[in-house]
């Protein structure tokens, strides 16, 4: 899958341009209306009733002035929403050259991909009560002979977690490669990135495909995983699953 997307850095360069723009645009509305207010005001000479009023434009509060720049934007992100904090998970590392005073010095770097807590994740998805509510619904299993869901299944119905416990969660794994860059040539693997994302088979399978119901778990560089493969952000993954069941 090739496809063409905006890096972090320049979408976050446009979210400030707006801002700014917008603080821009604001300003000057407030100076054109202030000066027609203070000329209607002189015609009326009526020097108390003028300091008043424009004293208001002094006590006037900026409502972008919380969101200026990307750290405001960020701890308002925070503080608002129930954000899931990405960390660094170093896989391995390697050898590499690198230009240090126009010497060429032998490094290490470090290799790993930014991971979401799988935990923190489902804290978060499993507080809305309409999920929370399909996933305490006992499953209705067809009868009629027909595979409508994986739950219809010989293996979930015998499985030795799922046949006891319905209502465990039923984690569904999958990944995805996407191309940043839309390079040609020669270059066309160097900045794609490997998307895992899960989903809950709990989930009403008219509701599972919906981008709401599809939460993304780790990000990482196709070169990045190139000797280790998928396997170390799975085993992570395998990790925590152990830890909720």
Request: proline share 4%.
């Amino acid at each position: 899958m090739s496809v063409f997307m905006i890096s972090p850095s320049a979408f976050q360069n446009g979210v400030n341009d707006m801002v700014a723009s917008m603080q821009q645009y604001q300003a000057l509305l407030l100076t054109s209306f202030r000066s027609q207010l203070q000329t209607t005001l002189q015609q009326h000479q009526d020097g108390d009733l003028e300091m008043k009023v424009m004293e208001v434009f002094d006590q006037f509060e900026d409502p972008l002035a919380a969101v200026s720049t990307t750290y405001l934007q960020d701890r308002m992100i925070r503080n608002c929403f129930d954000y899931v904090e990405p960390e660094e998970v170093f896989v391995g590392y390697a050898a590499s050259l690198q230009t240090r005073r126009a010497k060429r010095v032998l490094t290490t770097v470090a290799k790993g991909f930014h991971y979401i807590s799988l935990i923190r994740s489902l804290e978060q998805f499993l507080s809305h009560p309409k999920i929370l509510a399909m996933i305490n619904e006992p499953p209705n299993y067809n009868s009629d002979g027909y595979l409508y869901d994986i739950g219809d299944g010989e293996l979930m119905r015998s499985h030795p977690l799922f046949s006891l416990r319905p209502s465990a969660l039923q984690i569904i794994l999958y990944y995805d490669g996407i191309e940043i860059s839309n390079p040609l040539g020669s270059y066309a693997s160097k900045n794609k990135l490997l998307m895992f994302y899960y989903t809950l088979g709990n989930i009403n399978p008219k509701f599972r495909s919906r981008l709401a119901a599809i939460r993304l778990l780790a990000v990482a560089k196709h070169s990045e995983l190139s000797d280790c493969g998928i396997d170390a952000v799975l085993h992570l993954h395998l990790h925590f699953s152990s830890v909720l069941f």
